[in-house]
């Protein structure tokens, strides 16, 4: 019984500290931003590590964009470039945009952010 309890212990950290270390050695960065009416376009790229993200996500002004509001779905592997369009986010000129990377169910800290020109 006891190694039960400290085994579902020592397996949910050995996954806090496998995500942790994806977040460390995967990096992106904001190469670009431009707003098209209620929508922002991102250029980001991919600029270290070799594991896919489960996703990325955007926050504008403080706020998250609903992953139903970022297009394409598809993310960059590295040294990879993609434009995505953050739809309805009523963003202009002199608002900040962060680019954030998932791995698994782990969210990294801001991977970069860059106030819009």
């Known amino acids: 019984i006891l190694w039960y309890a ?16 994806d977040c460390l050695t995967n990096s992106f960065s904001i190469e670009a931003l431009s707003v098209s009416a ?19 996500e955007f926050i504008v002004k403080g706020i998250k964009v609903p992953q139903g509001d970022v297009s394409p779905t598809t993310w960059p ?6 434009v995505y369009n953050l739809n309805n986010v009523n963003a202009i000129s ?11 169910t782990k969210t990294c800290p801001t991977a970069d952010s860059e106030i819009i020109p």
């Open 6 to 21: 400290i085994s579902g212990f020592l397996n949910e950290g050995t996954k806090s500290v496998e995500g942790s270390a």
């Open 94 to 104: 002199g608002d900040e945009v962060a680019v954030l990377g998932v791995f698994g």
């Open 38 to 56: 209620n929508d922002v376009n991102a250029s980001i790229k991919k600029i270290g590590g070799d594991i896919t993200p489960a996703r990325l």
């Open 77 to 82: 592997e590295t040294g990879e470039t993609r």
